[in-house]
T-cell receptor, first 109, second 114 residues
């Protein structure tokens, strides 16, 4: 079993839809949870991070952490074609990040 | 401010050849990293450095070497290239390590070993 599981997709939705991207993990020591966005042929860039459990909102993006279920989510409201990218979750308990495989998201105009 | 710069962008190597991927950052970051990204496998840490003169192995170090003689530069050396090293390589840096500190990535180097 991988330490972090993420559905690779692709996930294809129409413009304007609410998107839910998810990761599950097995290590209960993880405290920091991050979402990175990676456009095609580019390096990942940090989108959001949260510490421990709870929600964090930034514009159209909301990150949720449920430590009791070992489950994190990224919600995108009013999705735009420019949101089409691969979204990677990452988490850490110390200096080292453990990465999900990434979910490819396609927003259809 | 260029951020993290990697060269070359694309390279084809023959089995057994060696090469160096160059990486430089201009953000005065202490931590630097080399990752490889394979389809469906996420990012795997190859080597990292917490400062000039200090390097350590990540998850998948075999077949690679690094050095960190300056804060800015962190080259990755591939010795005796094998087809299993065909991948996309990302150099990255951060001010501090892990724990929610933002990691900044370069644009990647696409390597094919034939």
């Amino acid at each position: 079993q991988k330490e972090v599981e993420q559905d690779p997709g692709p996930l294809s939705v129409p413009e304007g839809a609410i998107v839910s991207l998810n990761c599950t993990y097995s290590n209960s020591a993880f405290q920091y949870f991050m979402w990175y966005r990676q456009y095609s042929r580019k390096g990942p860039e940090l989108l959001m991070y949260t510490y421990s459990s709870g929600n964090k909102e930034d514009g159209r993006f909301t990150a949720q952490v449920d430590k009791s279920s070992k489950y994190i989510s990224l919600f995108i409201r009013d999705s735009q074609p420019s949101d089409s990218a691969t979204y990677l979750c990452a988490m850490s308990a110390n200096y080292q990040l453990i990465w999900g495989a990434g979910t490819k998201l396609i927003i259809k105009p | 401010n260029a951020g993290v710069t990697q060269t070359p962008k694309f390279r084809i190597l023959k089995i057994g050849q060696s090469m160096t991927l160059q990486c430089a950052q201009d953000m005065n970051h202490n931590y630097m990293y080399w990752y490889r990204q394979d389809p469906g496998m996420g990012l795997k840490l190859i080597y990292y450095s917490v400062g000039a003169g200090i390097t350590d192995k990540g998850e998948v170090p075999n077949g690679y070497n690094v050095s960190r003689s300056t804060t800015e530069d962190f080259p990755l050396r591939l010795e005796l290239a094998a087809p299993s090293q065909t991948s996309v390589y990302f150099c990255a840096s951060s001010y501090r390590g892990g724990q929610g500190n933002t990691i900044y990535f370069g644009e990647g180097s696409w390597l094919t070993v034939v």
